[in-house]
């Protein structure tokens, strides 16, 4: 009786199958960790997004009236400010600050938004009355700013981008804001937009 094994033919047909199914294999691999990958990358987007509206919503909708007094401490600045001479787009004191560390400070903060280099900046004081020289802390929100936009609702539904309203400045008592409407134009995302009710 005779030993018969493969022919050479055998093993290279084999060998053939063997890497065909391989490759196969490690293309279909490479597609799941890239999709893995850019699925991430989308989340952690979304995750921004939604921190950044968070943010806006929050602090509009905490507008609190507190006058504040200006960096060189000889005037006060309204509760909220929307002429920044392209500095920012608002400034406001918001109620709700929370200290969870129970610290020696009130629950008011100055706030204010900016765009720079495409990117929605959130900055904040730790004191509302902000002596010369105090830097605010600042925190980028999201990247990929293409429009940022926040206007306002008056008492005669009207939406004005200023407050007080250009054909309302000099009238003795204006009050704040019924409402904000915040447009939010990002690279990829397309526009975004929110109302947020104010406190009266």
């Given at each position: 009786m005779t030993a018969r094994g493969f022919t050479l033919i055998e093993l290279l047909v084999s060998m053939a199958i063997f890497a065909v199914i391989s490759a196969l294999t490690l293309g279909g691999l490479?597609?799941?960790?890239?999709?893995?990958?850019?699925?991430?990358e989308d989340m952690e987007e979304l995750v921004r997004l939604q921190r950044a509206v968070r943010a806006l919503t929050?602090?509009?909708?905490q507008l609190y009236p507190r006058y504040v007094r200006d960096s060189l401490g000889s005037g006060t600045e309204p509760p909220l400010v929307t002429e920044g001479r392209g500095e920012f787009y608002v400034r406001l004191?918001?109620?709700?600050?929370?200290?969870?560390?129970?610290l020696p400070r009130g629950t008011l903060q100055r706030v204010q938004y900016r765009v720079e280099d495409e990117e929605l900046i959130r900055e904040s004081w730790v004191v509302l009355d902000a002596p010369l020289g105090m830097?605010?802390?600042s925190e980028v929100l999201?990247?990929?700013?293409?429009?940022f936009r926040i206007e306002y609702l008056d008492?005669?539904?009207?939406?004005?981008?200023?407050?007080?309203?250009l054909r309302r400045v000099g009238e003795a008592s204006v009050g704040g804001p019924r409402a904000a409407r915040i447009t939010l134009t990002l690279a990829g995302w397309g526009e975004i937009q929110r109302l947020v009710?104010?406190?009266p």
């Amino acid at each position: 009786m005779t030993a018969r094994g493969f022919t050479l033919i055998e093993l290279l047909v084999s060998m053939a199958i063997f890497a065909v199914i391989s490759a196969l294999t490690l293309g279909g691999l490479n597609a799941v960790v890239t999709q893995q990958e850019l699925a991430r990358e989308d989340m952690e987007e979304l995750v921004r997004l939604q921190r950044a509206v968070r943010a806006l919503t929050g602090d509009l909708g905490q507008l609190y009236p507190r006058y504040v007094r200006d960096s060189l401490g000889s005037g006060t600045e309204p509760p909220l400010v929307t002429e920044g001479r392209g500095e920012f787009y608002v400034r406001l004191t918001r109620a709700g600050w929370r200290n969870p560390a129970q610290l020696p400070r009130g629950t008011l903060q100055r706030v204010q938004y900016r765009v720079e280099d495409e990117e929605l900046i959130r900055e904040s004081w730790v004191v509302l009355d902000a002596p010369l020289g105090m830097e605010p802390r600042s925190e980028v929100l999201i990247g990929g700013v293409e429009e940022f936009r926040i206007e306002y609702l008056d008492g005669t539904d009207d939406w004005s981008e200023t407050w007080p309203p250009l054909r309302r400045v000099g009238e003795a008592s204006v009050g704040g804001p019924r409402a904000a409407r915040i447009t939010l134009t990002l690279a990829g995302w397309g526009e975004i937009q929110r109302l947020v009710e104010m406190m009266p």
